[in-house]
């Protein structure tokens, strides 16, 4: 007989009839101690066998959805649109300013007939930038969506 016990690993592993410590085997026969523990343990596993499988009395999946959604989503969206109007008014605001300080000027590029070409190029250039604005308007949604489904 082996003077030293055996660990309670090892005594879990005999008592789940899964022990291969190699003189184990021979110390739980002569030793009552570890045999009494290894009992113990036989017991305890057979306990929580019998045990119930550990259930909510509600249905959790459900109730974490549902508080889930909302939280994740509307502070995402809120800020998303935030961005757009601030980036819109970052856009516009000196836009119509520069139109205001400059009307008398804009009048004139639409009037006579040598600046006709300018108030062509004006209008053409004016129209390519809206465009462009719309464009990306239309890819930062797109890229919103995008990351709002994920
Ligand atoms: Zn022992």
Same mark, same amino acid.
């Given at each position: 007989m082996t003077l030293?016990?055996?660990s309670d690993d090892v005594i879990q592993q005999y008592a789940l009839e899964a022990g291969t410590e190699?003189?184990?085997q021979e110390h739980l026969q002569q030793?009552?101690?570890?045999?009494a523990k290894?009992?113990? %343990?036989r017991?305890?596993?057979?306990?929580?066998r019998e045990l119930p499988a550990p259930s909510f009395s509600f249905d959790a999946h459900a109730l974490v959805m549902a508080r889930l959604q909302p939280a994740a989503l509307r502070p995402a969206r809120r800020i998303a649109g935030l961005v757009l109007y601030v980036a819109l008014a970052a856009l516009l605001?000196?836009?119509a300013a520069a139109f205001y300080l400059f009307r008398?000027?804009?009048?004139?590029?639409?009037s006579g007939a040598v600046s006709m070409l300018t108030g062509l190029a004006a209008t053409t250039i004016l129209t390519i930038l809206v465009m462009q604005g719309l464009d990306m308007l239309q890819s %930062?949604?797109?890229?919103?969506?995008?990351?709002l489904q994920h």
């Open positions: 030293k016990h055996l190699p003189g184990a030793c009552p101690a570890c045999r290894m009992e113990m %343990y017991n305890m596993a057979a306990a929580f605001l000196p836009a008398h000027d804009v009048a004139q590029l639409f %930062y949604r797109k890229k919103i969506h995008k990351i």
